[in-house]
């Protein structure tokens, strides 16, 4: 159809990046830029972006996330932030409460901005020739991320994006089919449990070697437990959630 949606139908997540590859500074400039463009709500622009260049830094998160070891090798890696603290300083320059930081909907809020931007950044990376990786399991290691990367109150490290020229081809992954996913007018539940047996079926034929489980048992394992529990106190110490009741 055009460059853009032949990008965005190619991606697909690559583990395995070429080490010694260095993106030039225009390139990286234009993807940091990409991301900037991304609508916001109100625009707030609810995030920060750390680009992590120390080597150092870089090693240390990899030992707190050890089977994301691409951290590590990548030539780009950024860490999107949600952040309400240059929402805080606009909000002290005009004496105002600052009240609804800690309500839930601000949760919201910051984590659309974020992820908006930061799929601005992948697809604008992948446009210009190189594989990404998102690495949603920062959030596991949020309380250590905070004092590495010095975060102030009122922002919390959603995610990172690991961004280099692949060393080993991926395939594209199969997405459950459209019907499942897309509704008219109203949300439609009555075939949903058959397509998704189905959809296992195809990840299964697929045969990912990363996929240990079955697609609903992978889904059903992960929601028995809780992945990140010290993730709730550290949003309250950081300014979220703080007088939030349930009813």
Same mark, same amino acid.
């Given at each position: ?7 965005? &139908?190619?991606?697909? !997540? ?7 590859? /260095?993106? +030039? =500074? ?5 993807? #940091? ?94 446009? &210009?020739?190189?594989? !990404? ?7 596991? /290691?949020? +309380? =250590? ?5 010095? #975060? ?96």
């Amino acid at each position: 159809m055009n460059a853009v949606i032949d990008t965005i &139908l190619n991606h697909r !997540t690559y583990r395995d990046f070429q080490p010694d590859v /260095v993106i +030039p =500074e225009q390139a990286l400039a234009a993807i #940091l830029a990409c991301a900037q463009q991304a609508p916001s709500w109100m625009n707030g622009q609810h995030y920060s972006i750390i680009h992590v260049t120390d080597t150092q830094l870089r090693d240390k998160i990899v030992a707190l996330q050890p089977r994301n070891p691409q951290i590590g090798t990548c030539s780009a890696f950024l860490i999107f932030v949600a952040d309400l603290y240059r929402a805080k300083l606009a909000s002290d320059a005009c004496d105002g409460s600052f009240d609804a930081a800690s309500m839930p909907d601000t949760m919201f809020t910051m984590t659309v901005d974020t992820s908006l931007a930061a799929q601005n950044a992948l697809i604008a990376a992948e446009s &210009l020739g190189y594989g !990404t990786c998102p690495i949603g399991g920062l959030r596991l /290691v949020a +309380p =250590e991320l905070v004092a590495l990367l010095n #975060l102030p109150l009122y922002t919390f490290p959603l995610f990172g994006l690991c961004i280099g020229k692949p060393s080993v081809e991926m395939r594209i992954k199969p997405r459950l089919p459209q019907s499942a996913v897309v509704h008219q007018n109203q949300y439609q539940t009555q075939s949903l449990a058959e397509q998704l047996a189905q959809y296992e079926q195809t990840m299964l034929d697929f045969n990912e070697v990363r996929e240990k489980l079955p697609f609903r048992q992978k889904i059903s394992h992960y929601y028995q437990q809780s992945f990140a529990p010290r993730n709730t106190a550290l949003l309250r110490r950081q300014g979220f959630l703080s007088t939030f009741e349930e009813e």
